[in-house]
Antibody, heavy 121, light 107 residues
Framework: QVQLQESGPGLVKPSETLSLTCTVSGASISSYYWSWLRQPPGKALEWIGYIYYSERTNYNPSLKSRVTISIDTSKNQFSLELSSVTAADTAVYYC???????????????WGQGTLVTVSS | DIQMTQSPSSLSASIGDRVTITCRTSQSISNYLNWYQHKPGKAPKLLISAAYSLESGDPSRFSGSGSGTDFTLTISSLQPEDFATYYCQQSFSSPWTFGQGTKVEIK
């Protein structure tokens, strides 16, 4: 079955760039849509953005100026970079797949277990 | 963005209880709503899509209903493995948004 696993530093300093990687197993990344989401402590889940295997991207307008999502089909991985982080970016970060982004059919399935990233000096 | 309001934020229930969680959206979204189950330390899991379509392999005690702006997730007879946090998510328009979650705890 398809499995996703997030990896990356658990601690990032303010003003620096947060970088995470999601490794996909059990399926080729060369299809479908691959998203990053996050959940700050005590807050709702927030969709950050997605990349399609053709490298087409779509970002949440609330984060668009600071987000870059990229894909490496040779490694079956996709990555997140979030620049100029502050304490407000402290969250559990998840990666997830969507087979489509068509209205009404879109859903996130499956997800990774998530990784906690803390922004602190 | 479409705002999602889930209630209650938490509830305590006993094994065998019927549990109902509601999700309200800030605008009509037809039946374009998904539900997820999240257990601590595990990956969130898609439970119901398009408001009432139960994912393959999931127990029939879970059901979803609603359309427009008001939706419900029902667990007909709570089992020990159902203690988790449940989230709704709208699939009507990007950016996709989620409810705050409902934590189901043991009474």
């Amino acid at each position: 079955q398809v499995q996703l696993q997030e990896s990356g530093p658990g601690l990032v300093k303010p003003s620096e760039t947060l970088s995470l990687t999601c490794t996909v197993s059990g399926a080729s990344i060369s299809s479908y849509y691959w998203s990053w989401l996050r959940q700050p402590p005590g807050k709702a889940l927030e969709w950050i953005g997605y990349i399609y295997y053709s490298e087409r991207t779509n970002y949440n307008p609330s984060l668009k100026s600071r987000v870059t999502i990229s894909i490496d089909t040779s490694k079956n991985q996709f990555s997140l970079e979030l620049s100029s982080v502050t304490a407000a970016d402290t969250a559990v970060y998840y990666c997830a797949r969507s087979k489509t982004m068509v209205r009404g059919v879109q859903k996130f399935d499956p997800w990774g277990q998530g990784t906690l990233v803390t922004v602190s000096s | 963005d479409i705002q999602m309001t889930q209630s209650p934020s938490s509830l305590s229930a006993s094994i065998g209880d019927r549990v109902t969680i509601t999700c309200r959206t800030s605008q009509s979204i037809s039946n374009y709503l998904n539900w997820y189950q999240h257990k601590p330390g595990k990956a969130p899991k898609l439970l119901i899509s398009a408001a009432y379509s139960l994912e393959s392999g999931d127990p029939s005690r879970f059901s979803g209903s609603g359309s427009g702006t008001d939706f419900t997730l029902t667990i007909s007879s709570l089992q020990p493995e159902d203690f988790a946090t449940y989230y709704c998510q709208q699939s009507f328009s990007s950016p996709w948004t989620f409810g705050q979650g409902t934590k189901v705890e043991i009474k």
